[in-house]
């Protein structure tokens, strides 16, 4: 098990992304999503799994990074998405 960050840049402002949200959703065990276009999520799946899963959700222009997190992390978040890291990235 993995904790992965997912960010996105969506081109399209037509397009409705709710499957892509979905798709993001169903390929985790957890997921955390507090901040627009990043989602922090546990899966079994490798970083390229999980694009690859993702992928057939966005458009050609868009762009899709996935990077697995290390526990080392710092920053102004609310105190439930520290803990949250914390539990999930052991």
């Excluded at 402002?13 to 169903?26: M, P, V």
């Excluded at 458009?59 to 996935?66: G, H, K, R, S």
């Amino acid at each position: 098990m993995a904790v992965y960050l997912i960010t996105y840049a969506l081109k399209n402002q037509h397009r409705d992304y709710s499957n892509l949200f979905r798709a993001i959703k169903s390929n985790s065990t957890h997921w955390w999503h507090y901040l627009p276009d990043i989602w922090i999520i546990n899966t079994n799946k490798t970083a390229e799994q999980l694009a690859r899963a993702l992928y057939p959700f966005i458009e050609q222009a868009d762009y899709l990074l996935v990077k697995r997190l290390a526990r080392e992390h710092y920053g102004w978040l609310p105190k439930e998405a520290w803990t949250w890291l914390e539990d999930k990235n052991h």
